[in-house]
C-alpha cells in the first residue's frame, strides 16, 4: 500500500515500526521513551502509537504492534519504504517454542522489508536485568546466534544492526535511550531534507503571483452574473469550459451541496455527475473525464481559500457572488498545475487515484480552519438555546431511529434530567431541569417539522442553527402558550404541566421565501464550519444518543452486523470483545490482542481498515478489562460510542474517507489517539 510521505515524516522526522513477541517489552520500551515511566495501556488491536521529541525539531514516530499470531495479518498495513523496524527479542523468552515463534516474527519482518523496500533494522535483547550476572553472557549469546543465522540471507539487501547494549531493561530504563541515540545516529538523513523542500518548491513554481492575477482580472470582466452562470452549467449551454470556469463550477455546485447538510467528498459526488452530464450533452466541449482525487483536490482549495476570504471581511460562508473576489484574493487557484506541488504524476494519474481519493504524496493539503469557532461555540452554550437545540435533536433522531417516538421522547427526557443534574452540581446557576419545557420545546419542534413535511425541499434543514433561522426561534415561544407562573412552577418542573394560555400547536405555516433563504445561508455556514469542528455534543446529547443506542441494539440479531446501522456495529463489536459470540476468524489462545486484531480484519473488508480499527479500540477503551460488564452498563458510562461522528473529532473527513485509510491503517490528523488505561500503572 502507498502511504502519503507526508504521513510518514520527511527530513527530520522517522517512523518505525517495534516489533516481537507479546510480552517482550514493546509497550514498556514504547512509554518508557515517550514517558520516562511504565504505564498500563488497554490490550489493543495490536498498535500503541507514540511521537518523541527530540533536540532540534528531530520527532520519532513509533508502532508498537502487537506480538500475538492473530496480530501477525495487521502489521503489513503498517509498513512503507520509508520506515525502519526495531525487533526486541526478550532474554527471558528462552523456551524452544517461544524462540521459533519470535524468530518467525523477525522472518516476517524481513521479508516485509524487502517487499517494501525497506532498509533499517535494529535488534535488541531486553530483559537482560532478569537474567543473573552468571547466566547472562551465554544465554544472551545463544539468542543472538540464532538471530544472526537468520539474518545472514539478507545482509546484503538489507541496512540490519544488532545493537550492543549490555543490561537493556526496558522496565528499569537501563540502555533504553542509548538505544534511540544509535538509531537516530543511523537514521540521520544527508540532506533529505532540503531536497524534500527543494523538489516541492520547484514543483510550486508557476506563473507569478501578477501574471496569475492579470489572467483573473481578465477572466473577471468576461464573466456573467452568478445566476446567470448557474443556469447556463445546468442547462450545458456554457460558453466557456476554461480552469477558471471549472472553478466557478465547482463552487457554486460545493453551495448547492453545504446548502443541503453534505460535507466535501459528497460535494465531489456530486460535481463528478454534473461533468458526466455535460460531457454526455457535449463530448467537444467539456472532455474531463471523472477524476475524483482531482475533483476533491481542487474542492478543497477553493473552501479554503473561501475560508480565509471570509476570515478577512464576512461572518458567514462567502455568496457565490463573492467567487470573483475570492479567486483574486488567492491568485494561487488560478495555477492550473498547483496539484504538482502535492501530488506526484504517478500516484495522481492512477486508476486508483482516478476512482478513489487518494492522499497528497508530497506534502499535505492546506488545513480547513473554523473561522467562527469561537462565536459559534458562545452561541451553543448560550441558557437560551439549550432546551430547543437539544429538542431539535431528539425529533432529528424520531425521524431517523426504528424505536418509536414515544420511546424516544421518554428516552430524551431521561437523559436531559440526569444531565441537568450533573451540571447543576457543578454550576448552581444552570436551570433546574423542568418535564414542562422540556416537553414543550420536542412538541414545537416536531410542530415545525412536519410543516415542512407538506413541501418537499431540496434543502434539508440538518443543522440547529439553520432550523432556528428558518422558523426565527428566539427562545420565548412559551410565552405564547404558558403564564410565568405556571412555566415556572414546581409541579410543572415534577410532570409535563398542559398550557395555561392556549393549547399546544401540531403544526405551523410554511416559512417564507425570505425565511428560507436566511437558513439555506445559515446552513451553508454550519456545513463548512463542521469541516473543521473537533468538540463532542453537549452531555445531554450524549445520553440521549446512548439511551436510544441501547434501546436500537434491542430490536437486532446479537450477532449480525448491519454495518449501515451504528448500533449494530457497537453491538456487534462489544458481543465479539467480551466474547459473548464468536467467529471463526477469531483466537482466543493469545488475549484480548489478538481477540482485537482479529475482529478488526474481520469488519475491515465492509467498512474499511483504519475505521474498523478506530471502533475497536474505542470499545476496548470502554472495556478497559471490565469483560463483564453489561451491554448497558457500557453505553451509558461511555456515551461517545454512541455518537456516530465520533471519529472526526480525531480524523478529518478527507482522510477518513480516503483510500489509504480504507486499506491500510492512517493515523488521526486532528487529535491523537491514546492506550493509556487513566489512574492506572
Given at each position: 500500500?502507498?502511504?502519503?510521505?507526508?504521513?510518514?515524516?520527511?527530513?527530520?522526522?522517522?517512523?518505525?515500526?517495534?516489533?516481537?513477541?507479546?510480552?517482550?517489552?514493546?509497550?514498556?520500551f514504547?512509554?518508557?521513551?515517550?514517558?520516562?515511566?511504565?504505564?498500563?495501556?488497554?490490550?489493543?488491536?495490536?498498535?500503541?502509537?507514540?511521537?518523541?521529541?527530540?533536540?532540534?525539531?528531530?520527532?520519532?514516530?513509533?508502532?508498537?504492534?502487537?506480538?500475538?499470531?492473530?496480530?501477525?495479518?495487521?502489521?503489513?498495513?503498517?509498513?512503507?519504504?520509508?520506515?525502519?523496524?526495531?525487533?526486541?527479542?526478550?532474554?527471558?523468552?528462552?523456551?524452544?517454542?517461544?524462540?521459533?515463534?519470535?524468530?518467525?516474527?523477525?522472518?516476517?519482518?524481513?521479508?516485509?522489508?524487502?517487499?517494501?523496500?525497506?532498509?533499517?533494522?535494529?535488534?535488541?535483547?531486553?530483559?537482560?536485568?532478569?537474567?543473573?550476572?552468571?547466566?547472562?553472557?551465554?544465554?544472551?549469546?545463544?539468542?543472538?546466534?540464532?538471530?544472526?543465522?537468520?539474518?545472514?540471507?539478507?545482509?546484503?539487501?538489507?541496512?540490519?544492526?544488532?545493537?550492543?547494549?549490555?543490561?537493556?531493561?526496558?522496565?528499569?530504563?537501563?540502555?533504553?535511550?542509548?538505544?534511540?541515540d544509535?538509531?537516530?545516529?543511523?537514521?540521520?538523513?544527508?540532506?533529505?531534507?532540503?531536497?524534500?523542500?527543494?523538489?516541492?518548491?520547484?514543483?510550486?513554481?508557476g506563473?507569478?503571483?501578477?501574471?496569475?492575477?492579470?489572467?483573473?482580472?481578465?477572466?473577471?470582466?468576461?464573466?456573467?452574473?452568478?445566476?446567470?452562470f448557474?443556469?447556463?452549467?445546468?442547462?450545458?449551454?456554457?460558453?466557456?469550459?476554461?480552469?477558471?470556469?471549472?472553478?466557478?463550477?465547482?463552487?457554486?455546485?460545493?453551495?448547492d451541496?453545504?446548502?443541503?447538510g453534505?460535507?466535501?467528498?459528497?460535494?465531489?459526488?456530486?460535481?463528478?455527475?454534473?461533468?458526466?452530464?455535460?460531457?454526455?450533452?457535449?463530448?467537444?466541449?467539456?472532455?474531463?473525464?471523472?477524476?475524483?482525487?482531482?475533483?476533491?483536490?481542487?474542492?478543497?482549495?477553493?473552501?479554503?481559500?473561501?475560508?480565509?476570504?471570509?476570515?478577512?471581511?464576512?461572518?458567514?460562508?462567502?455568496?457565490?457572488?463573492?467567487?470573483?473576489?475570492?479567486?483574486?484574493?488567492a491568485?494561487?487557484?488560478?495555477?492550473?498545475?498547483?496539484?504538482?506541488?502535492?501530488?506526484?504524476?504517478?500516484?495522481?494519474?492512477?486508476?486508483?487515484?482516478?476512482?478513489?481519493?487518494?492522499?497528497?504524496?508530497?506534502?499535505?493539503?492546506?488545513?480547513?480552519?473554523?473561522?467562527?469557532?469561537?462565536?459559534?461555540?458562545?452561541?451553543?452554550?448560550?441558557?437560551v438555546?439549550?432546551?430547543?437545540?437539544?429538542?431539535?435533536?431528539?425529533?432529528?433522531?424520531?425521524?431517523s431511529?426504528?424505536?418509536?417516538?414515544?420511546?424516544v421522547?421518554?428516552?430524551?427526557?431521561?437523559?436531559?434530567?440526569?444531565?441537568?443534574?450533573?451540571?447543576?452540581?457543578?454550576?448552581?446557576?444552570?436551570p433546574?431541569?423542568?418535564?414542562?419545557?422540556?416537553?414543550?420545546?420536542?412538541?414545537?419542534?416536531?410542530?415545525?417539522?412536519?410543516?415542512?413535511?407538506?413541501?418537499?425541499?431540496?434543502?434539508?434543514?440538518?443543522?440547529?442553527?439553520?432550523?432556528?433561522?428558518?422558523?426565527?426561534?428566539?427562545?420565548?415561544?412559551?410565552?405564547?402558550?404558558?403564564?410565568?407562573?405556571?412555566?415556572?412552577?414546581?409541579?410543572?418542573?415534577?410532570?409535563?404541566?398542559?398550557?395555561?394560555?392556549?393549547?399546544?400547536p401540531?403544526?405551523?405555516?410554511?416559512?417564507?421565501?425570505?425565511?428560507?433563504?436566511?437558513?439555506?445561508?445559515?446552513?451553508?455556514?454550519?456545513?463548512?464550519?463542521?469541516?473543521?469542528?473537533?468538540?463532542?455534543?453537549?452531555?445531554?446529547?450524549?445520553?440521549?444518543?446512548?439511551?436510544?443506542?441501547?434501546?436500537?441494539?434491542?430490536?437486532?440479531?446479537?450477532?449480525?452486523?448491519?454495518?449501515?446501522?451504528?448500533?449494530?456495529?457497537?453491538?456487534?463489536?462489544?458481543?465479539?470483545?467480551?466474547?459473548?459470540?464468536?467467529?471463526?476468524?477469531?483466537?482466543?489462545?493469545?488475549?484480548?490482542?489478538?481477540?482485537?486484531?482479529?475482529?478488526?480484519?474481520?469488519?475491515?473488508?465492509?467498512?474499511?481498515?483504519?475505521?474498523a480499527?478506530?471502533?475497536?479500540?474505542?470499545?476496548?477503551?470502554?472495556?478497559?478489562?471490565?469483560?463483564?460488564?453489561?451491554?448497558?452498563?457500557?453505553?451509558?458510562?461511555?456515551?461517545?460510542?454512541?455518537?456516530?461522528?465520533?471519529?472526526?473529532?480525531?480524523?478529518?473527513?478527507?482522510?477518513?474517507?480516503s483510500?489509504?485509510?480504507?486499506?491500510?491503517?492512517?493515523?488521526?490528523?486532528?487529535?491523537?489517539?491514546?492506550?493509556?488505561?487513566?489512574?492506572?500503572?
Open positions: 500500500m502507498r502511504i502519503a510521505r507526508w504521513l510518514l515524516g520527511g527530513g527530520r522526522e522517522h517512523v518505525g515500526l517495534v516489533l516481537g513477541n507479546d510480552a517482550s517489552g514493546k509497550t514498556t514504547l512509554y518508557r521513551l515517550k514517558l520516562g515511566e511504565v504505564v498500563q495501556t488497554i490490550p489493543t488491536i495490536g498498535f500503541n502509537v507514540e511521537t518523541i521529541d527530540h533536540p532540534h525539531g528531530e520527532k520519532v514516530t513509533l508502532w508498537d504492534v502487537g506480538g500475538c499470531d492473530r496480530i501477525r495479518p495487521l502489521v503489513r498495513h503498517y509498513m512503507s519504504q520509508d520506515r525502519f523496524l526495531i525487533f526486541i527479542q526478550s532474554c527471558t523468552d528462552t523456551d524452544p517454542y517461544r524462540v521459533e515463534f519470535s524468530l518467525e516474527y523477525l522472518r516476517m519482518g524481513l521479508n516485509m522489508m524487502l517487499e517494501n523496500e525497506a532498509k533499517h533494522m535494529f535488534i535488541i535483547f531486553n530483559k537482560q536485568d532478569l537474567l543473573s550476572e552468571e547466566e547472562r553472557p551465554k544465554i544472551v549469546k545463544d539468542l543472538k546466534e540464532k538471530i544472526e543465522a537468520e539474518i545472514k540471507p539478507y545482509a546484503d539487501k538489507l541496512d540490519i544492526r544488532i545493537l550492543d547494549t549490555p543490561g537493556l531493561s526496558a522496565l528499569g530504563g537501563c540502555q533504553v535511550h542509548n538505544v534511540m544509535e538509531i537516530r545516529k543511523t537514521l540521520k538523513p544527508k540532506n533529505v531534507a532540503k531536497d524534500t523542500k527543494a523538489e516541492i518548491e520547484m514543483r510550486e513554481k506563473p507569478s503571483k501578477e501574471e496569475l492575477r492579470n489572467k483573473i482580472r481578465t477572466a473577471n470582466a468576461q464573466s456573467v452574473d452568478a445566476n446567470t448557474w443556469e447556463s452549467f445546468l442547462d450545458g449551454s456554457l460558453e466557456a469550459w476554461d480552469h477558471y470556469t471549472h472553478l466557478r463550477a465547482g463552487f457554486f455546485v460545493m453551495h451541496c453545504f446548502g443541503s453534505l460535507g466535501l467528498l459528497e460535494c465531489a459526488d456530486e460535481f463528478m455527475k454534473h461533468l458526466n452530464r455535460l460531457r454526455e450533452g457535449n463530448p467537444e466541449r467539456f472532455r474531463n473525464t471523472a477524476h475524483k482525487t482531482m475533483t476533491i483536490f481542487w474542492l478543497h482549495q477553493i473552501q479554503v481559500a473561501a475560508i480565509e476570504y471570509q476570515a478577512r471581511s464576512l461572518d458567514k460562508f462567502p455568496s457565490r457572488e463573492d467567487y470573483a473576489d475570492i479567486v483574486f484574493s491568485p494561487h487557484l488560478m495555477n492550473s498545475n498547483l496539484w504538482r506541488a502535492y501530488y506526484s504524476k504517478d500516484l495522481l494519474f492512477s486508476p486508483l487515484a482516478r476512482a478513489n481519493y487518494s492522499l497528497p504524496d508530497l506534502q499535505p493539503l492546506p488545513t480547513i480552519k473554523q473561522v467562527t469557532s469561537t462565536l459559534v461555540q458562545e452561541k451553543v452554550t448560550t441558557d438555546d439549550r432546551l430547543p437545540r437539544f429538542a431539535f435533536s431528539v425529533v432529528q433522531k424520531t425521524l431511529s426504528k424505536v418509536r417516538r414515544g420511546g421522547v421518554k428516552q430524551a427526557l431521561e437523559a436531559l434530567q440526569s444531565s441537568t443534574m450533573r451540571l447543576r452540581a457543578a454550576d448552581s446557576s444552570v433546574p431541569y423542568s418535564e414542562t419545557q422540556a416537553y414543550f420545546w420536542i412538541q414545537i419542534i416536531h410542530a415545525y417539522t412536519r410543516s415542512l413535511e407538506v413541501e418537499s425541499s431540496e434543502s434539508q434543514f440538518t443543522t440547529y442553527e439553520a432550523f432556528k433561522s428558518l422558523f426565527d426561534i428566539k427562545g420565548d415561544e412559551w410565552k405564547e402558550y404558558y403564564s410565568r407562573s405556571t412555566w415556572e412552577s414546581i409541579a410543572s418542573r415534577m410532570t409535563f404541566v398542559n398550557p395555561d394560555k392556549k393549547p399546544l401540531n403544526i405551523f405555516n410554511l416559512p417564507s421565501q425570505a425565511r428560507k433563504d436566511l437558513a439555506v445561508s445559515q446552513m451553508i455556514n454550519a456545513t463548512n464550519n463542521r469541516s473543521a469542528n473537533t468538540h463532542l455534543p453537549p452531555s445531554e446529547d450524549l445520553d440521549f444518543l446512548a439511551a436510544i443506542l441501547i434501546d436500537e441494539a434491542k430490536l437486532m440479531p446479537e450477532s449480525e452486523l448491519n454495518v449501515a446501522s451504528h448500533a449494530s456495529l457497537i453491538t456487534f463489536l462489544f458481543n465479539r470483545l467480551t466474547e459473548r459470540t464468536q467467529s471463526t476468524m477469531t483466537s482466543i489462545k493469545r488475549g484480548d490482542a489478538s481477540l482485537a486484531s482479529s475482529t478488526a480484519l474481520e469488519i475491515a473488508k465492509w467498512i474499511g481498515l483504519t475505521q480499527m478506530f471502533w475497536v479500540q474505542q470499545i476496548q477503551i470502554a472495556l478497559a478489562g471490565r469483560k463483564e460488564i453489561g451491554f448497558e452498563e457500557c453505553i451509558k458510562g461511555n456515551s461517545v460510542l454512541a455518537f456516530e461522528e465520533l471519529p472526526f473529532v480525531y480524523y478529518s473527513p478527507q482522510l477518513w474517507g483510500v489509504e485509510a480504507r486499506d491500510g491503517y492512517v493515523m488521526p490528523d486532528r487529535r491523537g489517539l491514546s492506550s493509556i488505561v487513566p489512574g492506572k500503572v
